[in-house]
C-alpha cells in the first residue's frame, strides 16, 4: 500500500492560446522532481479541473505519470460530484497507471453523511485505487463528518485524508478516532496540523517553492519544530496571499511573475485585479522568491 506523507504538489494546468501547455507543464514537472516532492496531484482544485474536459483530463493526468517516470507518487485528481463520473475517471486514472486518486467531497449537490461513505467507499471499492479524500468545505458546501473519515478508514483502500477546513482541531479530532494519514490542505496550516499528528501538506505553494517546503515539512517530520518554524515564519505571508483571490488565480500569477507559465485562465476563472498582482509581487520580493 502506498505511504503517504510528505509535500504533494496541487499542480496547475498551464494553458496557453486556450490549450494545454505541455512545454511549460514539462518544466513545471522537472522543477518537482529535482526538488524531490513525495508526490504530485494533476488535475485538483488548482488544476483547474472543472474547466479541463474528460478528454484532456486523461491526457494532463498520462503526461504527468509518463514525465516523472516513477521518481515520484500520482495522485490524480478524479473526484467528482457524480459517483458514476468519479469512478469512470478513476478507473481511467488506475489504467494509465496513477498511484491513488484525490476525492472531493460531492460538491453542490450536498449529501448526507451516509450519502458520502456510500460514495466514497463505492469509488475506493470499484477501482481498488488508493483513495485520498479531500475535506473541503468552503468549496464543496458541506464537510466531510469525522464519523464519516472514522467509518472510511476502515477500508483497505482509503489511506489517507486532506485536511482544507481550516481547522487543526480536526486533525486531532481524526487522530483521537482512527489511524488514517493526515495531510494539511493550506499551506499556512501546515505547521500547526504536523504539530498535532499530520504527516505532510498538499501545497499550492510548492509550485513556486517545492525545495524550501520539503525542508520544512521533512524537519517536521524529523522533530525540529525550530527549524521548520522558521520556514514557517519566512513564507507565511506568500502562503496567505496565495489566496488572496480564488486558488488557483494567485499562484498561477505568481508563476507567470516567474516566467513558468502564461497567465492563462478558463472562464469563469480570469485574471487577478492590479491591486492583488502588485501586493502578490511585493510578498514574492520580500519572501526572496521573486
Known sequence: MIDIRGVYTALVTPFKNGKVDYESFGRILDKQVEARVAGVIPVGTTGESPTVDFKEHGEVIAYTIEKVAGRCQVIAGTGAN?????????????????????????????????????????????????????????????????????????????????????????????????????????????????????????????????????HMVDAALNGDFRAAADLHRKYYQLFVDLFIESNPIPVKEAMAMLGYLEPEFRLPMCRMTDAHRDKLRETLVKCEVL
Open 82 to 214: 457524480s459517483t458514476a463520473e468519479a469512478i469512470r475517471l478513476t478507473k481511467e486514472a488506475k489504467e494509465l497507471g496513477a498511484d491513488a486518486t484525490l476525492q472531493v467531497t460531492p460538491y453542490y449537490n450536498k449529501p448526507t453523511p451516509e450519502g458520502m461513505y456510500r460514495h466514497f467507499s463505492t469509488v475506493a471499492d470499484e477501482v481498488g485505487l488508493p483513495v485520498v479524500l479531500y475535506n473541503v468545505p468552503g468549496r464543496a458546501g458541506v464537510p466531510i463528518p469525522v464519523d464519516v473519515v472514522e467509518r472510511l478508514s476502515a477500508n483497505p483502500n482509503v489511506v489517507a485524508v486532506k485536511e482544507a477546513a481550516g481547522s487543526v482541531d480536526r486533525v486531532s479530532q481524526i487522530r483521537s478516532r482512527c489511524d488514517i494519514a493526515i495531510l494539511s490542505g493550506d499551506d499556512s496550516l501546515t505547521l500547526p496540523m504536523m504539530s498535532v499528528g499530520a504527516v505532510g501538506v498538499v501545497s499550492v505553494a510548492s509550485n513556486l517553492i517545492p525545495t524550501e517546503l520539503c
